[in-house]
């Protein structure tokens, strides 16, 4: 009975922290706009690039079309001048001559974050004192710079990123994986936000000065670590500074991929975040709905179902010849009558909350992942999280790297034929 009244009281638990991770979400203004717009300081868009999908060019030019009424610097920086992507961004500068905007190969690296790498080398040459630094594959509205630097009118304001939506999920495994960004994610990053300031930044769109990146020592600073969004948020929130949320969300647009793919990026994540708050990791998995609720009701009917079969003639025949015995079948069914009601209540909840997340995330674009598959993705995440803890490798860009305590990374040189 003890087992019962653990597992009872976790899926209940997982129900109540399921519960504050949505009334977060729902108290916080997404999708709003500012309406004073009339600070635009000049700023420098730093994208580094790799590699070339059929999102790539759509993703790169939304930052062309920015109505923006200050100066945009946009400086792109590559790691091999051969890179295809470099012939969009060609043909971009091209169709978009008023535009102040640059290729640049940023061969030399600094370290095994190449990301970081060619972000140093970009930052070498921004003209402004603003710094917008976005991955390649997030498309963004017309007016997401000026909604986006407002929060830097304050100096205490150190960082300003931005939730994203994975809004093209093609495949069963990208759907999988939109339910874990496009409810999950932004949604527990409220609820920590309501135990204590942010100290980490989310890494789809940052915007910062030059003033705080100066005093972190630049992004050369970050070039030994795995999670450079995180790092660079917590450094600066170090220094005294408030990290703010910017209500537009950006669009993730990326290319097909299969389960390995997924899998793969989802243990990087996993692995990101178990290195950078071990701690608030290793206790995530009690908000795990789905695992908690399917355990106590998989207890609650296999001792019952055991029992009846071992005394026969309470069940079949309602004749009972040991009052103990039956007692204890009843004690039994009724409890496991009540882990599973537990079990159903949860299960539903979990569905409607994860289906009204996704709506408020992806606002009239369709929901990006179907909410029915929060189930599949709760089960999913249970060899994840274990696995999180039980390796130190990552594959990120095609290399293969080993991520120290701390967070930061070691190449792993491949084996020799």
């Known amino acids: 009975m003890l087992v019962h009244v ?21 108290r916080f203004p997404l999708h709003q706009r500012a309406a004073d717009t009339s600070f635009a300081p000049g700023v420098t868009l730093l ?27 946009r400086l792109f920086g590559v790691v091999d001048e051969k890179d295809p992507v470099c012939e969009v961004v060609r043909q971009l500068i091209a169709e978009h001559p008023q535009a102040n905007a640059q290729l640049v190969v940023c061969a030399e690296q600094f370290g095994p974050n190449a990301k970081v790498s060619t972000l140093t080398h970009l930052e070498r040459l921004a003209q402004h004192d603003h710094f917008v630094v976005s991955d390649a594959d997030t498309r963004v509205p017309p007016d997401f710079l000026a909604q986006l630097v407002q929060p830097l009118r304050d100096p205490q304001t150190g960082i300003v990123n931005c939730f994203y939506a994975l809004t093209n999920p093609t495949t069963l495994a990208m759907q999988w ?25 989310l890494g789809a769109v940052m915007a910062t ?12 600073a970050l070039v030994n670590y795995l999670a450079d969004d995180y790092q660079l948020g917590h450094q600066i929130a170090k220094r ?9 969300v950006v669009e993730c647009r990326e290319r097909e991929q299969g389960w390995r793919e997924v899998w793969a990026h989802q243990l990087r994540w996993a692995r990101t975040i178990r290195v950078c708050q071990p701690v608030p990791y290793f206790f995530s998995i009690l908000s795990n709905a789905t695992v908690w609720a399917t355990g106590a009701a998989l207890l609650g009917s296999i001792q019952p179902i055991v ?62 992942g179907v909410a029915t598959l929060a189930v599949v993705k709760d089960l999913l995440q249970v060899p994840i999280w274990a696995l999180a803890f039980l390796g130190n490798t990552v594959v990120w860009r095609g290399q293969r790297l080993r991520v120290l305590p701390g967070g930061m990374l070691v190449p792993i040189a491949p084996k020799q034929p």
């Open 307 to 368: 029992e009846v079969q071992l005394a026969p003639s309470f069940y079949r025949f309602f004749h009972i010849e040991d009052f103990e015995k039956g007692a204890e079948i009843v004690v039994m069914i009724a409890t496991w009558k009540a882990l599973s009601f537990v079990a159903i209540t949860t299960l539903m909840l979990r569905f409607l909350l994860a289906a009204d997340l996704m709506k408020q995330m992806l606002a009239s674009k369709g929901i990006g």
């Open 47 to 73: 994208k580094p690039l790799k590699g070339l999908d059929p999102e790539t060019r759509g993703c790169l030019e939304s930052w062309f079309k920015q109505d923006y009424r200050g100066p945009v610097q």
């Open 6 to 26: 653990i597992l009872a009281a976790l899926a209940l638990l997982s129900l109540a922290i399921t519960l504050w991770q949505w009334l977060a979400a729902r």
């Open 240 to 248: 005294g500074y408030r990290i703010e949320l910017c209500p537009v």
């Open 177 to 201: 994986e939109a339910v874990a960004v496009n409810a999950d994610f932004w949604s527990q990053v409220l609820q920590s936000r309501t135990l204590k300031p942010l100290d980490f930044a």
């Open 209 to 220: 000065r030059r003033q705080q990146l100066n005093e972190i020592g630049g992004f050369h």
